[in-house]
């Protein structure tokens, strides 16, 4: 065996649980504000730049939404289409789970980013540690999905 695959069988069970644990961790730490936090979240920037960030927040939001909503229509026009004019084919069934596994996982980039933006103006120790472990699950539903996507993909290049 090549030794890169054996880091990879290594590795391949070892990241979901690393992520689970920082979350886990991350739900568990209760961190108040202090007074320093709260005096700091008082005085934050302009209110433009809170205007301006709401705008990109809320249009980070809808186009995962778009993404997320077109993928699944997508998907399903195109499996009743293959069921209707065409005996169910397996491959098919296939491509239809990679492309809907695709528009999730940038879908879900989207809403990871409007996190983010949330957090930019005047974050509290909290506002980062509930971004933390935002984050962090939404990578580990990423890892996950990113995985089904190269699984499929190589079963259907050896299938050719």
């Known amino acids: 065996m090549k030794r890169s695959s054996v880091l990879d069988s290594i590795l391949n069970p070892l990241l979901p649980l690393a992520l689970i644990l920082g979350l886990v961790l991350l739900l568990n730490l209760n961190v108040g504000q202090t007074t320093g936090e709260a005096a700091a979240a008082h005085s934050a920037p302009a209110s433009w730049l809170k205007l301006l960030i709401g705008y990109l927040e809320s249009g980070a939001e809808i186009a995962a939404a778009i993404v997320i909503g077109s993928s699944v229509i997508r998907g399903f026009i195109v499996y009743v289409k293959q069921l209707f004019y065409r005996r169910q084919h397996i491959d098919a069934t296939e491509q239809i789970r990679l492309q809907l596994g695709r528009g999730l996982a940038l879908g879900l980039e989207f809403t990871v980013a409007s996190d983010?933006?949330?957090?930019?103006?005047?974050?509290?120790?909290q506002d980062i540690l509930n971004l933390g472990a935002?984050?962090?699950?939404?990578?580990?539903?990423?890892?996950?999905?990113?995985?089904?996507?190269?699984?499929?993909?190589?079963?259907?290049?050896?299938?050719?």
Request: no cysteine.
């Open 116 to 125: 983010i933006l949330r957090t930019a103006i005047a974050p509290t120790r």
């Open 134 to 160: 935002i984050v962090l699950l939404r990578t580990l539903l990423n890892y996950f999905l990113e995985r089904e996507i190269r699984q499929g993909e190589e079963r259907s290049k050896s299938d050719e």
